[in-house]
């Protein structure tokens, strides 16, 4: 049971250029997040999805673009990285229920460096 | 807007200590609050979280203090460990809401000495 998996685990861009962050679930959670966790910031939510074909934007969207084709997969994309998208990047998923404890399950993190 | 008040934002305590973590939460619609660890390098992960409905729940030497009234929870880590050395969050969620969000604080950086 893998769990959240999240690829690339690091990543160094150039200003300008565009990557695209795969997080992949096995747990059937109908619900996907994507994070960024900065240094004395928390963390704060991008965009989120609520279900297969749906996506909507969190705290700071701007600069991001995301994508959920299907249930098991949350897209995000940065189409012009900036070096003030340089930060740990963090996948999670759920399943909003007292069997989960509410809770979410996240994955390891990609740390992202914008040169 | 902050709406779950995180402090301190770093703790250091000796091996046995008692690190106490507060939050405060503005949102009244909120009913859930877990908490979250995260050791270096990982994702954070689920330690334990409370309903409004008690004043206190215990897992292990964890142990989470609510106070309905002042709107305020805590996080006490007994006889504690050089391996609880970690990044802790608080987090609120409204779960009847439809957008299923958790609300996190900005984290606790807490090390344990030996």
């Known amino acids: 049971n893998a769990g959240v998996t999240q690829t690339p685990k690091f990543r160094v861009l150039k200003t300008g250029q565009s990557m695209t962050l795969l997080c992949a679930q096995d747990?059937?959670?109908?619900?996907m997040y994507w994070y960024r966790q900065d240094p004395g910031m928390g963390l704060r939510l991008i965009h989120y999805?609520?279900?297969?074909?749906?996506?909507a934007k969190g705290e700071v969207p701007d600069g991001y673009n995301v994508s959920r084709l299907k249930k098991q997969n949350f897209l995000l994309g940065l189409e012009s990285a900036a070096p003030s998208q340089t930060s740990v990047y963090f996948c999670?998923?759920?399943?909003?229920?007292?069997?989960?404890?509410?809770?979410?399950?996240f994955g390891s993190g990609t740390r992202l460096t914008v040169v | 807007q902050q709406q779950v008040k995180q402090s301190p934002q770093s703790l250091i305590v000796q091996k046995g200590g008692i690190p106490i973590i507060n939050c405060a939460y503005e949102?009244?619609?909120?009913?859930?609050f877990p908490w979250y660890q995260q050791f270096p390098g990982k994702g954070p992960a689920l330690l334990i979280a409370?309903?409004?409905?008690?004043s206190e729940k215990k897992e292990g030497r964890f142990t989470i203090s609510f106070n309905k009234s002042a709107k305020q929870f805590s996080l006490h880590i007994m006889d504690s460990q050089p391996g609880d050395s970690a990044t802790y969050f608080c987090?609120?969620?409204?779960?009847?809401?439809?957008?299923?969000?958790?609300?996190f604080g900005k984290g606790t950086l807490l090390t344990v000495n030996p």
């Open positions: 999670a998923s759920s399943r909003p229920d007292r069997a989960t404890n509410y809770g979410y399950t």
């Open positions: 747990m059937n959670h109908e619900y």
């Open positions: 999805s609520v279900g297969e074909g749906t996506t």
């Open positions: 949102n009244t619609a909120f009913d859930y």
């Open positions: 409370i309903r409004p409905d008690v």
């Open positions: 987090a609120a969620i409204r779960s009847g809401g439809s957008n299923y969000k958790l609300t």
